[in-house]
């Protein structure tokens, strides 16, 4: 009786080898539950997709195509493939290729039967690891095997104890009596026959013998006697490390606790330091003192520039030590220790690919040692070790100065913490006293103007019919000035509150600067002839300049008007301008006005502090005009100076950049 395909499905779904049934193009029509559970597919996954296109992806092209020709022929075939899994990873198996029967011949398929070969594979790779490693032991060893007679004789040695004890062969080694010359006279040879004798081996006996040389090796020895069927020993079997670095080490080690234990008096010392330069200080006098070395640097590093920044020196004050200049070509210590990540040495600091030749002939080192500072994956800086002589380094002094590097960068982190959470409640109160400040200016400054236009445009509403002319200009030309008082106040607050969110970016023009004043002056003729005040300006012509137009004029605008408001009837303001030696533009702003006291000066800029008073007319004014203009003038890559005496008039500079 023949089965049916849905038959032999629940057939196959029962094995508990994994299976897969795919028609002579390759095109999978069935996988069971064992398949499902190897390879992570379900069979709506895999339902009509190739099956190399989905099993044998990292298989070559050419063992692709004789396995897909072989499922074509439907050939019986087994043989090792690696295949996908779902995951991702790849599985080796045993692939059985057969013909899947199907009720008509024509719709013969493929029964590929699969074997988890992982386990096998895991096993064969061990036992090849083994090998090697047992292999390896014998070929490489670094542990000294041995066979010799009691009467001295060597039997046998390997190559790392010929080695150890300084021979150049076998032969060499054993032409010599070992008994008599192979021990010292600190580590007698009776001593360990007599072990053998009484406990018949010897288990990490720690003892001297004698090199070739004549120079002593301190080994650790483990042996067993070998010995006759009537109990007499005819020969030790044993093996030998060579401890003589141990011992070194162990002497190292306490040289290194105790600079250690220094390291630590620093990390204390330190962490009672007030200020960095007081931290620095003990830093690199505890440093030159651990290395015996001449000099010590402590540098900072700024991310944004990408520059070095000196900070500390021993040998030279903080200021002669961060004066000293630096090519933008050229390469600092710090920036090549700090992309490195590492310690490095330039035992040549003339011939090193880490430091420039012109910084290293502004100093008297000819040896220099750095480690980065680092903290939290942050580039803080880096200690640099110098001397002045020729130096060879050791590994113990780039291991102290690491460790120490370590330290301190933890301790610099912390300070650096500090500092900016400093920066950041300053600013808060800042912004919280500009806030107190603008609400003061809109609940009273703003208030006012406002008020005025309110009560006197309700007195001329009301008794428009009983005035005279002259009565209503008056009350007209009042209602006027505070219209624009208010509209300069509202448009000044606008102004500072864009630039306080950033929106302010320069556009910058080339333009005539006397084309720029003369724009802003007349508008402000007016204001001056009802004062009775001589505004003027001088301005050369020639003087060109590349600025942004309306940031430049907002700046005078307010420069001429603060000067109008301040000079009594009768005065003088002018506005002139010239080009410094250096190329620099300066526009000033002098006046023959009141004049002011030098604290008020330096609160001029500051818009939490109480600038503001009346002009020699009782003009109103909030101190917003000058902050705005100090801004403006930052943007420009300029500054504004201030020069005044109560009753002398007051003279304000802009300072623009050179022109390229």
Known sequence: MELKEPNINHFLDALQQPAIVADKAGNISFINKSGKSLFGWDMNELLGKSFSAIFLTESPLSAKNELQQRIAELQQWSGEIEVNRKNGSLLPAMLCLSKYPAPDNDNDKALLLFSDLTHLKTRENELAEREARFRSFYDNSTIGIYRTTPAGQVLMANPALIQMLGYDSFEDLASINLEETGFTVDSPRAEFIALIEQKGSVRGRETYWTRKNGSKVYLRESSVGIRDKAGKVIYYEGTVEDITDKRLA????????????????????????????????????????????????????????NKTMPFYASNMSAEEYKSQSTAADE?????????????????????????????AAQFPNKALLAVPMISNNKKLGAILVGYNNPHVFTEEEVYYTDVAAKEISLIVDKIRRLEELKVSEQKLRQMNAEKDKLFSIIAHDLRSPFSAILGLSEVLAENLDYFTEDQVKTYASTIHQSSQNAFRLIDNLLTWSNLGRGKFKPVWTQDQLWLIVDEIMQPLLQAADNKDIELKSEVDHHISLKTDTNMLMTILRNLVSNAIKFTPRGGKVLLKATQGDGGETIIYCIDSGIGMKQELIGNLFRFTENTSSQGTENEMGTGLGLVLCKEFAEKLNGSIKVESKPGEGSKFMLILPPQN
């Open 331 to 359: 390469i600092t210590m710090t920036e090549s220790v700090l992309r490195a990540g590492h310690a490095l040495i330039a035992e040549d600091v003339f011939n090193t690919p880490y430091l420039s030749k012109n910084i």
């Open 250 to 305: 162990e002497q190292k080690l306490q040289i290194r606790e105790k600079y250690l234990s220094n390291i630590n008096a620093i990390n204390i010392l330190a962490l009672n330091a007030q200020e960095p330069i007081e931290l620095f200080e003990i830093l690199s006098a505890k440093l030159t003192e651990l290395l015996d070395a001449d000099n010590c640097y402590i540098t900072f590093w700024d991310e944004d520039k």
